[in-house]
């Protein structure tokens, strides 16, 4: 199967690593299941042995055109769309949500899946090792980073297997890994924008410490209970969290910095 490179494509193909996909799912009959990047449908027809119906979302348009030509639109819906552009709102609640994501734009799809959080029962995902392990990393550790803190805030993660180059065609030059994300159930009580906002900043001066990162004053660590003299991959996720909500204002009036 001829790949694209702009896509990011890399086709799975080891049946051994897709029944544990399937079964790390576990789909249920009912369950409304959202596949991103089915490629060929080697990961959608084993889900559509399990389930009635499934939307797939493909961005290659001669993909997309197989698929559809395969199976009926009663048994799959296919939307031939880029994913960063789609709205998962149009969807029914409870969404179960899985994929073999393109890896070179695979941290725009996680921060744009966290927009809808609330309407997602869970996610499973072939990520890169190294993207995997920066979502699941503690604080004070070097692959925790604006991603873990983010996706922190709004799920609850699960490394659950890697998978080897040869498990792929073209293999990549990577080891991947498949995730589990499960969104936490309370809602979140403070500006997500804000909190974007400032983990963006923290992150892009994190070898800086906070006092030099953040634009807050002395007397603001000291009523955080937030030692300013720590860098940002020293504070939890639940720590940015206080800051989002203690300072929000301020942060919702300032100007954006970049970030890495």
Known sequence: MKTRRRFGQHFLHDPGVLK??????????????????????VLT???????????????????????????????????????????????????????NLPYN???????????????????????????????????STPEYGRLSVMLQTRFRMYKLFNVA??????????????VR??????KPDWDQEVLEKIV????????KTLRNALPLEPRDYEELGIDPKLRPENLAPADYVRIARYAGEFFRTTSPTGAK
């Open 200 to 207: 963006r900043q923290a992150f892009s001066a994190r070898r």
């Open 105 to 139: 734009i695979s941290t725009p799809i996680l921060f744009h899946l966290a927009r809808y959080a609330g309407r997602v029962r869970d996610m499973h995902f072939m990520l890169q090792l190294e993207v995997v392990q920066r979502m699941v990393a503690k604080h």
């Open 181 to 186: 994300l499960v969104p936490i159930a309370e």
């Open 45 to 99: 027809r084993p889900l559509l042995e399990r389930v009635a119906h499934l939307t797939a979302i493909e961005i290659d348009r001669d993909l997309a055109a197989g698929l559809a030509h395969e199976f009926s639109s009663e048994r799959l819906s296919v939307v031939c769309a880029d994913v960063l552009d789609f709205d998962f709102s149009a969807l029914p609640p409870d969404l179960r949500v899985v994929g």
């Open 165 to 178: 180059p040869g498990a792929f065609r073209p293999p990549p030059k990577v080891e991947s890994a498949v």
């Open 20 to 41: 544990r996909i399937v079964d790390a799912v576990a789909p249920a009959p009912g369950d409304a299941i959202v596949e991103i990047g089915p490629g060929a449908g």
